[in-house]
C-alpha cells in the first residue's frame, strides 16, 4: 500500500510486513520490520533503514536496487506485486 509493505519469501517460509516512506517520486524507505508469520534468524534493530531505488517499472513487476544502513551490500530484485 502508500504506507505499507508486506513481503513473502517462499524459500525462507517467512512472511513480514514494514512501515514504507517515500523519499522521492522512484525511492522508498522501508522501517519497523515485523515478522507476521515463520521465524526470522534476522533481527532488525528500530534503527535499521533498508532503502529501495526503483530502477524500472513493467506492468506489476518493478526492478529496484536495494542498499541499507547497516550493510554495504548493494543488491537488485524484482517485485510481483499480487
Do not use: H
Request: aromatic letters at 6%; proline letters at 1%; a positive charge.
Amino acid at each position: 500500500t502508500k504506507n505499507r509493505q508486506t513481503e513473502t519469501n517462499e524459500t525462507m517460509q517467512i512472511k513480514t510486513s514494514y512501515d514504507l516512506v517515500w523519499t522521492s517520486e522512484c525511492s522508498y524507505e522501508l522501517r519497523n520490520r515485523k515478522v507476521i508469520e515463520g521465524s526470522s534468524k534476522f533481527v532488525m534493530k528500530p534503527t535499521d533503514v533498508i532503502r529501495v531505488e526503483i530502477i524500472k517499472i513493467e506492468e506489476a513487476k518493478l526492478t529496484v536496487k536495494i542498499t541499507s544502513n547497516f550493510s554495504d551490500k548493494v543488491a537488485e530484485a524484482e517485485i510481483n506485486k499480487i
